[in-house]
């Protein structure tokens, strides 16, 4: 019978200078507007990584935060598609909004190609 002891090594100085390469890929993946982390996350992940966090749980944690910046990104984009969809259906002066099917077609065409 285990009680939930488990035992995990330090992460070695090769696995950090690894582990150290992504954040530093997925900062610059922020920069270039591709799905990444922010300078808080890099900050959080060098210093769980200096105090020896486990390397499995850490990629856990990197691949979620990419994946909700991700999601974030999106919902902000479709949030100003609609903004400008409704700005042109103002100009307009429609009670309609004939762009906004197509732009939210199209985003969702751009977003499959992406993948």
Request: aromatic share 6%; glycine share 2%.
């Amino acid at each position: 019978m285990q009680y939930g002891l488990t035992l995990r090594a330090k992460p070695d100085s090769k696995a950090k200078a690894i582990f150290a390469k992504w954040i530093e890929l997925a900062l610059q993946n922020t920069r270039e507007q591709r799905p990444g982390i922010e300078i808080p996350d890099a900050i959080y992940f060098n210093s769980r990584l200096e105090n020896g966090a486990d390397i499995m749980e850490l990629e856990e944690e990197m691949r979620y935060t990419i994946e909700k910046n991700k999601q974030d990104a999106e919902r902000q984009q479709m949030a100003v598609i609609e903004a400008q969809d409704n700005r042109i259906c103002k100009l307009n002066k429609q009670t309609i909004k004939p762009p906004c099917s197509y732009n939210r077609q199209m985003l969702k065409l751009n977003n499959r190609k992406k993948h």
